[in-house]
Structure formats: structure tokens, C-alpha cells
């Protein structure tokens, strides 16, 4: 708040006013959120005006306007192009657990295959609770292992 009113030189307009007594009602803290600024920004344009004017003002007295645009469309690709790479390996992750899964799955059946022996194939049923024995032996060879 003393940002604008220093910005102002202490003559605030009533829009400003109005504009101190919202961020107020906000939060009494000076503690915005990004959605409140945007809201404050549509809301009440003159308070930010002359953080634009110097913005305007910076852009063209350095590099200029076009280089700025350029700028900034490359700095956005580049963020669409690391978004890309890092869905892609993401997708890469989940096909490698889910491969490794699968994988898992099948030498468990084996494993049941093989304790059961012909009754895997008579007793389909009964597949489930070996399963379940063999996930208890697990787990007391890991307790045992500590």
C-alpha cells in the first residue's frame, strides 16, 4: 500500500482509495495472492498504471520492442518445450512401471504355478489364497532379513 501511495505522492485519486480500502478488506497482512492482484489489477487499472508506464519506458529504451516480443516467444517455447520433455519422461516412467509391473505379475504366477502344481490348473479358486501364503512367507523372510 505505501508502494502506490508513494507512487502518488500522497494525492490519491478516489479510485486508489477505493482501490486501498479492497486490499484491506483482502487481507489485512499486505499478504496478496496472485489472483488477487489480477482481480485488483481488473478492478482498479489506474494503480498500476505507472509500473506499466516504466515498463513501457525500460522496453524501449534498451533493446526495443520487437526484441522483447521475441524475447519473451522464445522463453515461452523454450517452457512449452521442457513441459513436453518432462510429460515425455514421465510417460517413459509409468511405461517402465508399468512394464516392471506386469513383469512382477508374471513371475508371482509362476511362483504360484509352480507351489501349486497340477491344482493350479484343477483348483482355479484357490489360486488367490496361495497367493495370499506366499505374500505371508514374504513377509516373514523380510522380518527374519532385519
Avoid: C
Avoid at 488477487?36 to 516504466?54: C, D, G, K, V
Avoid at 519473451?72 to 513436453?84: G, I, M, P, S, V
Avoid at 514421465?90 to 512382477?104: G, I, S, T, V
Avoid at 479358486?125 to 516373514?140: D, K, T, Y
Amino acid at each position: 500500500k505505501h508502494f502506490f501511495y508513494a507512487i502518488w505522492r500522497n494525492k490519491p485519486y478516489d479510485s486508489l482509495r477505493e482501490a486501498m480500502e479492497y486490499l484491506d478488506r483482502i487481507d489485512d497482512s499486505g499478504n496478496y495472492k496472485y489472483k488477487e492482484y489480477i482481480a485488483l489489477r481488473n478492478t482498479f487499472p489506474i494503480i498500476f498504471y505507472p509500473m506499466y508506464a516504466f515498463q513501457g519506458a525500460i522496453i524501449g529504451s534498451t533493446f526495443g520492442e520487437l526484441w522483447w516480443t521475441q524475447h519473451k516467444a522464445f522463453y515461452l517455447d523454450d517452457l512449452k518445450r521442457k513441459k513436453k520433455k518432462e510429460e515425455r519422461r514421465l510417460k517413459l516412467a509409468l511405461k517402465h512401471q508399468d512394464l516392471e509391473r506386469a513383469k512382477n505379475e508374471r513371475i508371482e504366477e509362476e511362483m504360484v504355478r509352480q507351489r501349486m502344481g497340477v491344482l493350479f490348473y484343477l483348483t482355479p479358486w484357490r489360486r488367490a489364497l496361495e497367493r495370499q501364503r506366499m505374500a505371508r512367507i514374504a513377509a516373514w523372510e523380510d522380518e527374519l532379513d532385519r
